[in-house]
């Protein structure tokens, strides 16, 4: 289930970021964009757990080959470039 649509939390701090103060917003942007490089190791552990489950989940009675878990664990990762490109145009800039 991909969407390129934020969650609506993004949605909501990204509306109400140009009344936080300077401070504050970069602070939240330093925050948002640590997560995203260097989540902690459960993180990482329930985003692997979590795309094995959903390729589980959308298979067919076989066992799912390697290479459509290649191909789901893909599409994340062009998830992260949408997300860190998104960044470059964030609203905590001000």
Same mark, same amino acid.
């Given at each position: 289930?991909?969407?390129?649509?934020?969650?609506?939390?993004?949605?909501?701090?990204?509306?109400?970021?140009?009344? !936080?103060?300077?401070?504050?917003?970069?602070? !939240?942007?330093?925050?948002?964009?640590?997560?995203?490089?260097?989540?902690?190791?459960?993180?990482?552990?329930?985003?692997? !757990?979590?795309?094995?489950?959903?390729?589980?989940?959308?298979?067919?009675?076989?066992?799912?080959?390697?290479?459509?878990?290649?191909?789901?664990?893909?599409?994340?990762?062009?998830?992260?470039?949408?997300?860190?490109? !998104?960044?470059?145009?964030?609203?905590?800039?001000?």
């Amino acid at each position: 289930m991909r969407t390129d649509r934020p969650s609506e939390t993004a949605q909501a701090v990204a509306a109400v970021a140009h009344a !936080l103060p300077q401070t504050t917003r970069r602070e !939240l942007r330093r925050l948002v964009a640590y997560d995203i490089a260097a989540p902690a190791p459960e993180r990482r552990r329930a985003l692997r !757990l979590g795309l094995l489950a959903q390729l589980v989940a959308q298979a067919s009675p076989q066992v799912p080959a390697s290479a459509d878990y290649e191909t789901l664990r893909a599409d994340r990762t062009e998830d992260v470039r949408i997300v860190v490109e !998104l960044r470059r145009r964030s609203p905590f800039d001000g």
